[in-house]
């Protein structure tokens, strides 16, 4: 039972566009949120994150929106840049679980030149 | 330079042998996580530690164990029981809860089965 989906294993965009990628919970208990970006053979770097107390974070180039009624979540990316070109994880935690993380299985962005 | 040191970087094991996992971190963060991933998938959680000489079971732990000696060691051995251990094989290590924070990732250790 995956708590924390995925649903586009890839994505390509333009350079200089917009990226979006999205992820979905079920997990109801889940109260803070983050997005990975992994480059192959390397472990994932934290990029932003957001509280389920906001509906959005902000941070350069990457937005984090959160809509807790649809359980859903998207990273803004832009504009894009070919070094952008990265597996992107999404990852939610619950109060009281020890804080471990819940990841979804991935999306491959490429952002052409 | 603080961070999350995991070694070797690729590990070949022969079919029957255990295999121990190296993870070192020098944040003082008092949780430490052990995680998988497989080709195609997210990753999944084997085992986490919130403080010394603690640990507890994540998803997948069958054929899998760990132990806590020092805040910053959590070393993980794959046994023989682990019936498809071929995967990366990543540590990660954040501050006890239940403060909102990220984890920090180790380079991942790349486990075949020969």
């Known amino acids: 039972d995956q708590q924390v989906k995925q649903n586009s294993p890839s994505l390509s965009v333009q350079e200089g566009r917009i990226s979006i990628l999205n992820c979905d919970y079920t997990?109801?208990?889940?109260?803070?949120f983050l997005w990975y970006k992994k480059y192959p053979a390397e472990g994932p770097t934290f990029l932003i994150s957001?509280?389920?107390?906001?509906d959005k974070n902000e941070d350069g180039r990457f937005t984090v929106f959160l809509n807790k009624s649809a359980k859903h979540l998207s990273l803004h990316i832009v504009p894009s840049q070919p070094g952008d070109s990265a597996v992107y994880f999404c990852a939610a935690s619950a109060t009281g679980s020890a804080r471990q993380l819940t990841f979804g299985s991935g999306t491959q962005l490429t952002v052409l030149p | 330079d603080g961070g999350i040191t995991q070694s070797p970087k690729y590990l070949f094991r022969k079919e029957g042998q255990n295999v121990t996992l190296s993870c070192e971190q020098n944040l003082n963060h008092d949780a430490m996580y052990w995680y998988r991933q497989d080709p195609g998938q997210g990753l999944r959680l084997i085992y986490y530690s919130q403080i010394v000489n603690d640990f507890q079971k994540g998803d997948i732990a069958e054929g899998y164990s760990v132990s806590r000696e020092k805040k910053e060691s959590f070393p993980l051995t794959v046994t023989s029981a682990q019936k498809n251990p071929t995967a990366f094989y990543l540590c990660?290590?954040?501050?006890?809860?239940?403060?909102?924070?990220?984890?920090?990732f180790g380079q991942g250790t790349r486990l075949t089965v020969v």
């Open positions: 990660a290590s954040s501050v006890r809860q239940p403060m909102n924070t990220e984890a920090f």
């Open positions: 997990n109801s208990m889940f109260d803070y």
């Open positions: 957001i509280s389920s107390i906001k």
